[in-house]
Each structure stands twice: as structure tokens, then as C-alpha cells.
């Protein structure tokens, strides 16, 4: 009868099954861990660092205000998020096609955590994966209210303090501290909003964990529509280890494979899947199999990445791993989108000016031979300093009437402004021409802007 297969967190009657993955530390548990722990540095400090009075990042989406390495992405500038959002995108498409879910297993905030935060209090505690199973196997005594107390004790402090930074960056940093230093009563908001994503960030931790990859994420489940024989992922290779089958003594080993079903690629994967089975959707390519395997490949005196980066063309036709011309050319999209992107957030104006004429209205003729026009504009300032903001006339000719003048703009916010362009009428040769004008910043000139400029125009009658 045929064996019947289920879901790696599910058991045969449905209920799920809790997994107690062993750590086997080699070459990629130390890139992975220097690189999880680089993130989780950047990600607490980065809401308090300042640049030029701006917070590093900022995604406040209630106000419409986003900071980017300290730039201020204001709603005019909002091409550059829907750009930054682009790349996201684009670059998980390009990133699972050429290197399957990479992202899962050494980027994403879920993996860093669990793996090397929650998951190592938990060993800490109660130890390694046969300790801890037998725990939460055995009836309630002192010692296991006292381990399981401390455990999640130490999982509500770290919650709250991921609620409180993820807040940083959703409401800013200043404001976070106003919340924490004032009495509930006048943040009442803010303070439910902390203890929300407390025991959101809680639970995910402590009780939902791996279906978070396999079940809830949809990320997985793009995997089977991406990858094709050419991807790059965490794999097998069974043209080398199979068949598979215990080392024991006395037996011709030369009729195997280097495989010796030890079936610790299965023991250490934080999704508990076999490795061996071909490419899943619950695989996060973690690269804990390739460590563990690699481990025993030395112990029995085998070549090593029996279980490495693999594409399903590299097993068949047994090629090494290579960095392909495809893989280069989607690096290359997304860095080109990268470097926009960049150039875009770099080259932001501190006062941005916007000039149109007033709808609905002609030149006017006044009585000192010039010719006017009348103008709204908008003057923000995207700075975190009071600036004061004035406009000229590139051309000598042209002249400015303020109606209603601007002068000054307080740190990141808009005025609009109404003026008169005045113009000789003798120095008019169309209906339609187009003035420079100049942006002044504190006296200094930053940048010129185009606007229309409408007048009257003599024509020869033909005979």
C-alpha cells in the first residue's frame, strides 16, 4: 500500500506537529548568523539615528510621510515609494527565478528571529531538541512551570521591545519616547497599539512559528510558479547519493551512494521537511541541511555538498554551481533600479516650488507699458529647519508682484502664495512664452523653474 504523505507540521490525524530542530553549526550557520545579527543591529538602532535632524527610516503611512536614509519622501515625491515598491517586488520575482527563496532563510525578519533569538532562549532554557520535547511531554512540576515561566517571560520582553521598534518606525522615534514617558491616559492609542503588537509578535513567536513560512506566508507558495530546472536553491543531489542506505561493515558500499540516510537534514530543519524528497514550498533555504550533511560527509570521508546550491540542471548533468548569464542579468536589473532609486532620493530639492497660472484668466495690460500675468504657487519645505523661500526673474525684464507673499516656510510644511510676473510688452514677440524663474533658499539660489507666460501679439495683416 502506498505510503501516504503529509504535511511537515501536520501528523496523520490532523493535529500538528511540533517540531524540535537540532543545530548543527558550520560554514553557513556562521555567515547566516553574522548576517541575521547585523540586521537585527540595524533594524533596533535605526529609528533612533538622525540625519540632519531627519530619522533614518520612517514609513508613517497614517500621515503620508516616509524617510528614506534620511530624506523626506513627501506625497509630491511619491513616485520614489511607488519606484522602491517596484523594486521589492521585481527583485523577489528575479531573486526566487534565479536563487529560489534565499530571502526566506537569510533576510527575512520571521527566519532572524525565531532562529537566532527565540529559538536559542529556548535551548538556552530547556535545552537541546530530546530535553525539550520530554518537557512538554511531562506533567506540570516545579521545574517545568519554572522553565516554561522563564521562557515566555523572556519572549514577552523581547516582543514588547520589537512592538515598541517597529513602532519607531510607523509613528517616528520622538514620538514613540512621548508615548513611553507620558502616562497612558494621554496616549491611550499608542500605548494599546504597543501592547497589540506585543502579543501579536508574542504568539507569532512562541506558538505560530514555522507556519508562518509554510502556511500563512504566500511567498511559498510563488516558489512552484517561479522556479524552473535553471533556479538555484537548496537541494539534494541525487544522482550522487542515491541509492541510499546505512554504512555498515562487510558490505560492498561501492554499489551506493554517498547518502547514508542519517536523516539529520531532516533533525535540523526549522520547517521539518526532507530535504531529499526534491524541492518543496515549505523549504526556506536556510542552508541547515547543507551544514548538518556536510558534517557527515567529513566523518565518512566524502567529497562535501551532497546537499548544497543546487539547479535541477546542475544534478543532471552534474555541472558545478556557476553564477549563470541569467542570474548576472537580473542582478544587473535590480541594481540599475537600485542606482534610480538612489539618485532619486539623493537629488531631492530641500524647498520644492510649483508655479501655475491662475486658472481661467488672460494677461493683463497695465498702465506703465508691462504686461502681467497672475500665479498660485506652492512652496513646501522638506527640511527639519525654517527656510526662507523667494522666487526671481532669471530674465532682468521680468518682474514680481507678490499678492499673497510667502517669505518664510516652518520645518516641513507648505505655504501656497499668489504674485503678478510683469513683463515690458515691447519685449514680447508671441502669445505664449516660456520665463525662467529662480528658487532662493536662505538668499542662495538652488535650482530654475519653468512656467507660461501669456501676452499680446501684433501681426501684419498680408495683402
Known sequence: MEEIQYHSTVQADGKRRWLYPLVRKDKFYTYRSL??????????????????GNQLLLINIIERKFIIFGQVIWPQDFFIFVLASL??????????????RVFCGWVCPQTIFLELVFRRIEIWIEGEPAARKKLDESPWTA?????????????????????????????????????????????????ISIWLFTFTFYAVFSHVREIVCTVICPYGRLQGVLLDKNSLTVAYNYVRGEPRGKLKKG??????????????C????????????????????????IDACNQVMDKINKPRNLIGYYSEEMIKTNKKPEFSFRMKAYSFVILVMV??????????????VIV?????????????????????????????????????????????????????????????GTFFLLMPKNKINQAKNVIKLRVLENGQETYEIKTNFLGPVSRKIKK
Open 356 to 416: 501655475l497660472r491662475a486658472g481661467g484668466t488672460l494677461y493683463q495690460e497695465q498702465q506703465d507699458g508691462y504686461i502681467s500675468n497672475l500665479y498660485n504657487g506652492e512652496f513646501v519645505n522638506k527640511t527639519t529647519k525654517p527656510v526662507k523661500v523667494d522666487i526671481e526673474g532669471v530674465d532682468k525684464n521680468v518682474k514680481i508682484k507678490w499678492i499673497q507673499p510667502v517669505d518664510s516656510l516652518a520645518r516641513e510644511s507648505s505655504k501656497k
Open 35 to 52: 548576517l541575521g545579527y547585523s540586521l537585527l543591529a540595524f533594524l533596533f538602532v535605526a529609528p533612533f539615528v538622525k540625519i540632519k
Open 339 to 352: 542606482g534610480v532609486i538612489a539618485y532619486f532620493i539623493w537629488n531631492q530639492k530641500n524647498v520644492d
Open 266 to 289: 531532516v533533525a535540523v530543519c526549522p520547517t521539518g521537511i526532507d530535504i531529499r524528497q526534491g524541492t518543496q514550498l515549505e523549504c526556506v533555504n536556510c542552508t541547515a541541511c
Open 87 to 100: 523594486l521589492a517586488l521585481i527583485s523577489i520575482v528575479l531573486f526566487t527565478i534565479a536563487f529560489g
Open 251 to 264: 558490505i560492498d558500499t561501492e554499489t551506493k551512494g554517498d547518502c547514508v540516510d542519517c536523516n539529520l
Open 143 to 191: 521545574e517545568k512551570i519554572w522553565k516554561k515561566s522563564l521562557k515566555h517571560g523572556l519572549y514577552i520582553l523581547i516582543s514588547f521591545l520589537i512592538a515598541n521598534t517597529f513602532l519607531a518606525y510607523v509613528i517616528g522615534s520622538d514620538e514613540l519616547i512621548k508615548i513611553m514617558t507620558s502616562p497612558p491616559q494621554d496616549h491611550l492609542v499608542g500605548f
